[in-house]
């Protein structure tokens, strides 16, 4: 497997968000078309995450939670070809290292699975081949995570003061996934005393479309008002999506119905927020809209390397594209 530990930036676990961004994203590179979340107490005694996507192959069970164990980029060149969320090969071996146990069940050819456990070194500890059961006739992935930072005592300290905090971070940025990804069935639960409750849901399937999660998010006026824009900037940049002929700003929070994605990664572009926000001001008279837009661009226009949880990208050229874009809005 490729040495990354050239694109390593340090810890990419600092919370409870990240730690189930990097787990959606692992399910999504998976190819899934269905994930489950399960918490317990928000978070606090257990996570485990189930996709039905391509599984984790036998020979990967030794490295898969080692440091810099990757899957997704072959030689470092492949950067420059980037076609999946995840690379650096790390979420799996912080999450190991900073909770009581790591569980896995995969299956790449059903009928046989495998249960295998880690230890905080990412160290496979154990493995057991299994006949049925589970993944229901399909491919999969089950990952499950007990009592998250509980060696890190100050820090779970402020988990268990935080967790309704935290865990609503979490959900609010998984809901933006839910959002792009339309075709992928989501449910989320929370069990707490032993009563689970369904917090998050997306029905999936080919013939969901952004719009109707938008309604499942936000309510039957989710959707309302928004307009599909399609633009071609260049060969290598399209931006697609919605964006609202009203006005949603003034007195909410604004940014709780702006979404920008960049190749379906959810990003903070702060600039190109504002250049959507003045273009409508300025020509539609809208103060605010609601926007839901992905930009496609070429992966070697594009830089994700820039923070561990990827949510600052450079784009090459970016003055040059956010002008462009601003006079074909
Ligand atoms: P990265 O996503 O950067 O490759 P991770 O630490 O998130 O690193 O995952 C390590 C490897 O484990 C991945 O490259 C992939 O091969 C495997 N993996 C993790 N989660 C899944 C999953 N849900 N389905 C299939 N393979 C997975
Ligand atoms: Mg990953």
């Known amino acids: ?9 340090g810890q990419v676990i600092i919370d409870l968000k990240s730690i189930v961004k990097e787990l959606v994203e692992n ?3 998976a190819e899934c078309s269905k994930i489950e979340l399960n918490f317990q107490n928000y978070g606090i005694d257990f996570i485990s995450i189930t996709d039905d996507g391509k599984g984790i192959p036998p020979e990967d069970f030794e490295s898969v939670c ?19 969320l ?12 900073i909770s009581h146990r790591v569980k896995i069940k995969t299956c790449t050819e059903y009928p046989k699975n495998y249960e295998l456990e880690y230890d905080n070194l990412g160290k496979l500890s154990k493995s057991q081949s299994k006949i049925g059961g589970g993944f229901s006739k399909k491919t999969g992935t089950s990952i499950s995570i007990e009592k998250l930072f509980v060696n890190l005592p100050v820090r779970f300290k402020n988990f268990i003061k935080n967790s309704k905090r935290e865990f609503h971070k979490a959900i609010t940025f998984l809901t933006q996934y839910l959002l792009i990804y339309p075709e992928i069935k989501f449910s989320v639960f929370n069990e707490i005393n032993g009563k689970k409750s369904l917090v998050l849901s997306g029905r999936g399937g080919a013939k969901t479309s952004v719009l109707d999660n938008m309604i499942t998010v936000f309510g039957s006026n989710g959707a309302k008002g928004l307009i ?9 940049i399209k931006l697609e999506g919605y964006i609202s002929s009203y006005s949603f700003g003034l007195g909410r929070s604004v940014t709780d119905r702006q979404f920008l ?11 190109l927020a504002k250049i959507i926000n003045d273009v409508y001001k300025l020509f ?5 809209p609601i926007f839901i837009v992905n930009i496609e661009i070429n992966p070697s226009k594009l830089d994700v390397n820039l923070t561990p949880d990827k949510t600052f990208v450079m784009i ?14």
């Open 66 to 84: 080692l440091r810099s164990h990757t899957s997704k980029i072959v030689a470092f060149d492949d950067l420059n070809n980037l076609n999946t």
């Open 316 to 329: 090459h050229q970016e003055s040059e594209v956010f002008e462009m874009i601003r006079t074909e809005l």
């Open 1 to 9: 497997k490729a040495d990354v530990s050239k694109i390593t930036s």
């Open 284 to 288: 539609n008279h809208v103060q605010y």
């Open 228 to 236: 599909p824009i399609s633009l071609s900037i260049n060969e290598d």
């Open 261 to 271: 994605f960049v190749n379906k990664r959810p990003v903070n572009l702060k600039k």
């Open 27 to 29: 399910a999504i590179d």
């Open 86 to 97: 995840g690379f650096r090969g790390e979420a799996l071996n912080s999450i190991c290292s």
